[in-house]
C-alpha cells in the first residue's frame, strides 16, 4: 500500500491550493497596483516620450526645446545642435514636460549647457501636484546634477530658471532626464489620447508668444517652425495648408529639412481669421501694404527674406508684428531715415525679426518710437545700426508722458556704428528694458552706451549684458554701460543685475534723483564702473561687484556736488575702490573696498 504522504490524490489537493494562494495574491496585487506589470515595473527615461515647451528657443542654430529630451548629453563649443538654448533667455527662462497620461517619478537629472559663458545658478522644478524642487547651481561644465526624491505621480513638470551667471547670454539645457514609470491608467486630459507604438515630436510657435511645444516618438519626427506655411508631407502626396507652420514629416533615420528661405506665402488679399476679432495678413511684397491693409487686432506676419524698405506705423490698436526669427531681416541701406517708425498707437507688440542696419549712415535708426502707449518688443536682433538701436523718446523738450508701459526684452544689439544701443529720452515713462545683450558698439563720431536715459522716469533696466572689446576708428573707448542724464526730469530710475564689461564706464550718473544701482557687475573698466557726477541727488548704490576697474566708484565735480549718495554692500577687487573727491554727504556701510 501506498503511504498518505505519496497519495497523488493529497499531491493534486496540495498543488491545487498552491495555484489558488498565488491566484488570490495575483488577484490583491492587481487590485493594490492596477495598471502595472512586470515590464512597467522597469524605471525608463520618461522625458522621451514627453510634449515638450519652452519660453523660447534658437531656431536658426537648430538648439530647438526638443533637443533637451533628445537623448544626446552635448552642445556648444561640441555638436550645438544636440542642445536647448533660449534666444536671449537669461533669468525668468523655463521648460516644461507634459504627459497624456501619469507617470510615477523619482529622479530628475539635469545637463547645463557645457560651455563655460551661460550657467543656471538657480532653478525651480515645479511639479503638477503643486510640489517643488530646488536644484542649486548646475555644473558649469555640462555634468549631471540629479535630483532624487520620493516617488510622485505627475502629469507634467517644469524648470524655471531663477538666477543665472552673469555672463550668460542663452540659457539652455544640454538635456533633461525624468526617471519613472509610465501610467497605463486614464488619460490626465478628459479626452481621452492614445499614443502611437512609436514616438512622435511635434514644435509649436503660436504667432503672438514665444512659447514652443513639442511632442516626440521614437520614428517620426515633425518640426512646425514659426512661420506661416504649413506643409504636409505624407507618402507622395503633397497638400498645401494655409500659411500658419511650416511641417516635415521624416523617417527615423532620414532627416528632411525645409530651408528657412522656403516659404508660401498668401495672396494680399487673403486673410486668416483668428480665434479672436482679428486677422493674420502674410507679407507678400512690402511691409507697408501690409501695415497699412491692417486693421485694429489684426497680426502682420513677415516670412523669412530680406526686406528693403521704410515702414511706419501710426494711430492702430493692438496690432502684432512679427517674422520667422533672425532669417526675418528688415533693412534700407544708403539712408539716413529710420527703417521702422511707430508715430502713435497702442498695444503694440513687434518680435522675431531681424534689422540690418547701415554701418556708413551713422545718423541712421533701425526702430523710431516717437509716441507709444503700451509696447511690447522682444527677441529682435540689430546688427550694425548706424547711429541707434531703439531710439524712443517724444519731441525735445517734452516733458508729457507720450511713450509709456513700453517694455523691451531678449533683444540683441551688436556692433553699433554711431552712438546708442538703446535711447530713452524725454516723454518716457513706465518703461522696463531687461535680458538684452550690447556687444561691440563702436561710436565713430561720438562715446558710445549700450543704453542711453535722458530726462524721463520710471525706468528699469536689469539682466542685460554689455561687453565691448575694441575702440573705434577715432579712439574713443568703448563706454560699454548706461548714462542718466537730465536735470531734474530723471529721477525714479533703476539698475539692477545688469553686466558691463570691458569698456570705459560701466553706469555713468551725470544728473538726475532718486537713482538706485543694485547688484550690477562691472568688469575691466579703464575709468570706473560707477561715476556719479555733479547733479546727482539722494541715489543708493548698492550690492555692486568691481573688478579690476580703474576705479570702482568716483565723483567728479562740475562747479556743483553730488548729494546725499549712500553706498552700501559694495565689493572692490583690484583698481582704486573708490575716489570721494567730489561728494557731499556721502554716507557709506558694509562695503567691502579691497586695496
Same mark, same amino acid.
Given at each position: 500500500?501506498?503511504?498518505?504522504?505519496?497519495?497523488?490524490?493529497?499531491?493534486?489537493?496540495?498543488?491545487?491550493?498552491?495555484?489558488?494562494?498565488?491566484?488570490?495574491? *495575483? !488577484? *490583491?496585487?492587481?487590485?493594490?497596483?492596477?495598471?502595472?506589470? /512586470?515590464? /512597467? $515595473?522597469?524605471?525608463?527615461?520618461?522625458? $522621451?516620450?514627453?510634449?515638450?515647451?519652452?519660453?523660447?528657443?534658437?531656431?536658426?542654430?537648430?538648439?530647438?526645446?526638443?533637443?533637451?529630451?533628445?537623448?544626446?548629453?552635448? #552642445?556648444?563649443?561640441?555638436?550645438?545642435?544636440?542642445?536647448?538654448?533660449?534666444?536671449?533667455?537669461? $533669468?525668468?527662462?523655463?521648460? %516644461?514636460?507634459?504627459?497624456?497620461?501619469?507617470?510615477?517619478?523619482?529622479?530628475?537629472?539635469?545637463?547645463?549647457?557645457?560651455?563655460?559663458?551661460?550657467?543656471?545658478?538657480?532653478?525651480?522644478?515645479?511639479?503638477?501636484? !503643486?510640489?517643488?524642487?530646488?536644484?542649486?547651481?548646475?555644473?558649469?561644465?555640462?555634468?549631471?546634477?540629479?535630483?532624487?526624491? $520620493?516617488? %510622485?505621480?505627475?502629469?507634467? *513638470? %517644469?524648470?524655471?530658471?531663477?538666477?543665472?551667471?552673469?555672463? @550668460?547670454?542663452?540659457?539652455?539645457?544640454?538635456?533633461?532626464?525624468?526617471?519613472?514609470?509610465?501610467?497605463?491608467?486614464? +488619460?490626465?486630459?478628459?479626452?481621452?489620447?492614445?499614443?502611437?507604438?512609436?514616438?512622435?515630436?511635434?514644435?509649436?510657435?503660436?504667432?503672438?508668444?514665444?512659447?514652443?511645444?513639442?511632442?516626440? +516618438? &521614437?520614428?517620426?519626427?515633425?518640426?512646425?517652425?514659426?512661420?506661416?506655411?504649413?506643409?504636409?508631407?505624407?507618402? =507622395?502626396?503633397?497638400?498645401?495648408?494655409?500659411?500658419?507652420?511650416?511641417?516635415?514629416?521624416?523617417?527615423?533615420?532620414?532627416?528632411?529639412?525645409?530651408?528657412?528661405? =522656403?516659404? =508660401? @506665402?498668401?495672396?494680399?488679399?487673403?486673410?486668416?481669421?483668428?480665434?479672436?476679432?482679428?486677422?493674420?495678413?502674410?507679407?507678400?511684397?512690402?511691409?507697408?501694404?501690409?501695415?497699412?491693409?491692417?486693421?485694429?487686432?489684426?497680426?502682420?506676419?513677415?516670412?523669412?527674406? =530680406?526686406?528693403?524698405?521704410?515702414?511706419?506705423?501710426? !494711430?492702430?490698436?493692438?496690432?502684432?508684428?512679427?517674422?520667422?526669427?533672425?532669417?526675418?531681416?528688415?533693412?534700407?541701406?544708403?539712408?539716413?531715415?529710420?527703417?521702422?517708425?511707430?508715430?502713435?498707437?497702442?498695444?503694440?507688440?513687434?518680435?522675431?525679426?531681424?534689422?540690418?542696419?547701415?554701418?556708413?549712415?551713422?545718423?541712421?535708426?533701425?526702430?523710431?518710437?516717437d509716441a507709444l502707449t503700451t509696447g511690447h518688443i522682444y527677441n529682435i536682433q540689430f546688427n550694425t545700426p548706424g547711429f541707434v538701436a531703439i531710439n524712443a523718446r517724444g519731441p525735445v523738450g517734452q516733458w508729457n508722458d507720450v511713450i509709456t508701459n513700453l517694455e523691451i526684452d531678449h533683444c540683441q544689439v551688436v556692433g553699433t556704428a554711431g552712438e546708442f544701443g538703446v535711447?530713452?529720452?524725454?516723454?518716457?515713462?513706465?518703461?522696463?528694458?531687461?535680458?538684452?545683450?550690447?556687444?561691440?558698439?563702436?561710436?565713430?563720431?561720438?562715446?558710445?552706451?549700450?543704453?542711453?536715459?535722458?530726462?524721463?522716469?520710471?525706468?528699469?533696466?536689469?539682466?542685460?549684458?554689455?561687453?565691448?572689446?575694441?575702440?573705434?576708428?577715432?579712439?574713443?573707448?568703448?563706454?560699454?554701460?548706461?548714462?542718466?542724464?537730465?536735470?531734474?526730469?530723471?529721477?525714479?530710475?533703476?539698475?539692477?543685475?545688469?553686466?558691463?564689461?570691458?569698456?570705459? #564706464?560701466?553706469?555713468?550718473?551725470?544728473?538726475?534723483?532718486?537713482?538706485?544701482?543694485?547688484?550690477? @557687475?562691472?568688469?575691466?573698466?579703464?575709468?570706473?564702473?560707477? &561715476?556719479?557726477?555733479?547733479?546727482?541727488?539722494?541715489?543708493?548704490?548698492?550690492?555692486?561687484?568691481?573688478?579690476?576697474?580703474?576705479? !570702482?566708484?568716483?565723483? #567728479?565735480?562740475?562747479?556743483?556736488? /553730488?548729494?546725499?549718495?549712500? *553706498?552700501?554692500?559694495?565689493?572692490?577687487?583690484?583698481?582704486?575702490?573708490?575716489?570721494?573727491?567730489?561728494?557731499?554727504?556721502?554716507?557709506?556701510?558694509?562695503?567691502?573696498?579691497?586695496?
Open positions: 500500500m501506498i503511504s498518505g504522504d505519496r497519495s497523488p490524490r493529497r499531491k493534486g489537493r496540495q498543488l491545487a491550493g498552491t495555484i489558488l494562494s498565488l491566484v488570490v495574491l *495575483l !488577484g *490583491l496585487m492587481i487590485v493594490l497596483f492596477p495598471g502595472t506589470s /512586470a515590464a /512597467a $515595473a522597469t524605471a525608463t527615461n520618461v522625458a $522621451a516620450v514627453a510634449t515638450v515647451s519652452a519660453s523660447s528657443q534658437t531656431a536658426s542654430t537648430g538648439q530647438f526645446a526638443v533637443k533637451a529630451v533628445d537623448g544626446v548629453v552635448a #552642445g556648444y563649443p561640441g555638436d550645438y545642435t544636440k542642445e536647448w538654448a533660449t534666444y536671449g533667455g537669461r $533669468a525668468g527662462s523655463w521648460l %516644461k514636460l507634459a504627459w497624456p497620461n501619469p507617470v510615477m517619478i523619482n529622479k530628475i537629472v539635469l545637463y547645463d549647457r557645457p560651455n563655460t559663458n551661460d550657467q543656471i545658478t538657480a532653478a525651480t522644478i515645479s511639479f503638477s501636484d !503643486g510640489s517643488t524642487l530646488s536644484t542649486g547651481t548646475l555644473a558649469n561644465n555640462g555634468a549631471a546634477q540629479t535630483f532624487v526624491f $520620493a516617488a %510622485k505621480t505627475v502629469t507634467w *513638470l %517644469k524648470v524655471t530658471v531663477d538666477s543665472v551667471s552673469y555672463t @550668460t547670454k542663452n540659457i539652455g539645457l544640454s538635456e533633461a532626464e525624468v526617471w519613472g514609470i509610465p501610467s497605463t491608467g486614464t +488619460p490626465a486630459s478628459t479626452t481621452p489620447t492614445t499614443l502611437p507604438p512609436t514616438t512622435t515630436t511635434t514644435t509649436m510657435r503660436r504667432a503672438a508668444t514665444t512659447t514652443t511645444t513639442t511632442q516626440r +516618438p &521614437a520614428t517620426v519626427t515633425t518640426t512646425l517652425p514659426a512661420t506661416t506655411t504649413t506643409t504636409q508631407r505624407v507618402a =507622395t502626396t503633397t497638400t498645401t495648408l494655409p500659411p500658419t507652420t511650416t511641417t516635415t514629416q521624416r523617417p527615423a533615420t532620414t532627416m528632411t529639412t525645409i530651408p528657412a528661405t =522656403t516659404t =508660401t @506665402t498668401l495672396p494680399a488679399t487673403t486673410t486668416t481669421t483668428l480665434a479672436g476679432s482679428g486677422h493674420v495678413i502674410t507679407v507678400t511684397g512690402s511691409i507697408q501694404a501690409a501695415v497699412n491693409a491692417a486693421k485694429d487686432g489684426d497680426t502682420i506676419y513677415i516670412p523669412a527674406g =530680406t526686406y528693403d524698405g521704410i515702414v511706419s506705423l501710426g !494711430g492702430k490698436s493692438n496690432i502684432t508684428i512679427y517674422g520667422a526669427g533672425p532669417s526675418t531681416i528688415l533693412t534700407h541701406p544708403e539712408s539716413d531715415d529710420p527703417i521702422f517708425e511707430i508715430t502713435s498707437g497702442s498695444n503694440i507688440t513687434l518680435h522675431d525679426f531681424a534689422f540690418q542696419g547701415d554701418y556708413d549712415r551713422w545718423v541712421q535708426q533701425c526702430l523710431c518710437i535711447y530713452l529720452g524725454s516723454g518716457c515713462a513706465n518703461v522696463k528694458l531687461h535680458d538684452c545683450s550690447f556687444d561691440r558698439n563702436e561710436g565713430r563720431m561720438y562715446p558710445p552706451h549700450a543704453v542711453y536715459v535722458q530726462d524721463c522716469h520710471a525706468i528699469y533696466v536689469y539682466n542685460n549684458y554689455a561687453v565691448n572689446t575694441q575702440k573705434n576708428p577715432n579712439g574713443y573707448a568703448y563706454k560699454a554701460g548706461i548714462d542718466v542724464y537730465g536735470p531734474s526730469h530723471a529721477y525714479d530710475i533703476h539698475f539692477d543685475n545688469n553686466y558691463a564689461a570691458n569698456g570705459y #564706464g560701466g553706469l555713468w550718473l551725470v544728473s538726475g534723483s532718486n537713482i538706485t544701482a543694485t547688484g550690477n @557687475t562691472f568688469e575691466n573698466m579703464s575709468n570706473a564702473g560707477v &561715476a556719479i557726477w555733479s547733479n546727482v541727488s539722494n541715489s543708493t548704490i548698492s550690492n555692486n561687484k568691481f573688478i579690476n576697474c580703474l576705479y !570702482g566708484v568716483t565723483f #567728479g565735480t562740475d562747479n556743483t556736488w /553730488a548729494n546725499n549718495i549712500t *553706498l552700501t554692500g559694495n565689493t572692490a577687487t583690484g583698481g582704486i575702490p573708490i575716489d570721494r573727491a567730489g561728494a557731499l554727504n556721502l554716507v557709506e556701510s558694509g562695503n567691502s573696498w579691497n586695496k
